[in-house]
């Protein structure tokens, strides 16, 4: 009897082992064409990019497309590019003042339209509207709010007997011009990833909270930041990768410009591939781009403890 039970299980272990190795199998061929469509969006650019930032390659020169023969020459160029590196500093100040901002305005708006309000449950809407319209009419919208001889904002200053400057033509405001508009645009992402955390805040610990004797402060310091912690890294991991991104607001308001103090990193890109031809460079450009950025992105979702909550 012992041996026909063991050999039960044997035989009970096998079937369950064999419709394991079933359902891997049918798991791998409903993944397999969602997997083939990413390699060829995803992997198969990056590995050209890849590729092209070896060589010198040159519109005007078609066949330095598969010159392979100084690998490292755009790599080494870059340590002494000193355009670059000024474009570098002022990404970092684009990225820096536009997350910042954004987590803090998204943060005290999420909280006002926490509150249990018809009227700031029907404003919620609106506040979405920036968010979704395309980058490059929210650039449209700012390139009027800064154009002087056509802004209302310019019209209302000098009626207060405040006149305002052009400011996307004035290097030491141009930039400020470019982080309000993008704080504008994309406050309403952070605003809405807090507000979905703060739906989920038990109400015991606020209760418990207020029982102590925590006050608005304390309550929002000890109890809701702690709390939201983890969607603060998430939605500033987001923006910092749209902030190394940004493209349309710079185009259409600055061109990079006046001269390069606003010309972040990959509008230096975009200048050496479409205005210089060298599209060797620029890859190498965006290589460098990218391997930053997953970097940062690394660190970050490691400060969220993704690894550790995933065990």
């Known amino acids: 009897m012992a041996a026909i039970a063991i050999a039960g299980r044997a035989r009970a272990r096998a079937a369950g082992s064999g419709v394991a190795a079933l359902e891997r199998r049918f798991h791998w061929w409903c993944l397999g064409p969602t997997l083939a469509v990413l390699g060829v969006v995803t992997l198969l650019p990056t590995l050209y990019l890849l590729a092209t930032s070896l060589t010198p390659l040159n519109l005007t020169r078609p066949a330095t497309q598969w010159d392979f023969s100084h690998p490292f020459r755009n790599f080494a160029f870059l340590l002494s590019d000193g355009r670059l590196h000024g474009s570098l500093w002022v990404q970092l100040k684009l990225s820096f003042w536009t997350v910042s901002l954004q987590l803090l305005l998204g943060f005290g708006v999420a909280l006002l339209l926490n509150l249990r309000s018809r009227t700031l449950e029907a404003l919620r809407t609106v506040f979405l509207i920036p968010m979704v319209l395309p980058p490059i009419v929210v650039a449209i919208i700012w390139k009027v709010l800064y154009t002087p001889d056509i802004s209302p904002v310019h019209w209302a200053?000098?009626?207060?007997g405040w006149p305002l400057p052009t400011l996307i033509t004035h290097p030491s405001y141009a930039l400020g011009a470019i982080i309000v508009a993008d704080i504008w645009e994309w406050f309403p992402f952070t605003?809405?990833?807090i507000l979905a955390g703060l739906q989920v805040l038990p109400e015991e610990q606020v209760d418990a909270a207020r029982i102590d004797g925590a006050g608005p402060w304390q309550l929002t310091v000890y109890v809701v930041l702690p709390f939201l912690r983890g969607v603060l890294l998430v939605a500033g991991l987001f923006?910092?990768?749209?902030?190394?991104?940004?493209?349309?607001?710079?185009?259409?308001?600055?061109?990079?410009?006046?001269?390069t103090v606003t010309e972040v990193t990959n509008y230096y890109s975009y200048v050496q591939a479409f205005n210089f031809s060298q599209l060797g460079y620029s890859s190498a450009i965006t290589v460098i781009l990218v391997s930053l950025t997953v970097i940062a992105s690394a660190f970050i979702v490691r400060a969220v403890g993704w690894e550790t909550s995933s065990e």
């Open 191 to 193: 605003m809405l990833m």
């Open 157 to 160: 200053m000098a009626s207060l």
């Open 239 to 259: 923006r910092l990768i749209d902030s190394i991104k940004a493209f349309p607001l710079i185009f259409i308001l600055t061109d990079g410009g006046p001269g």
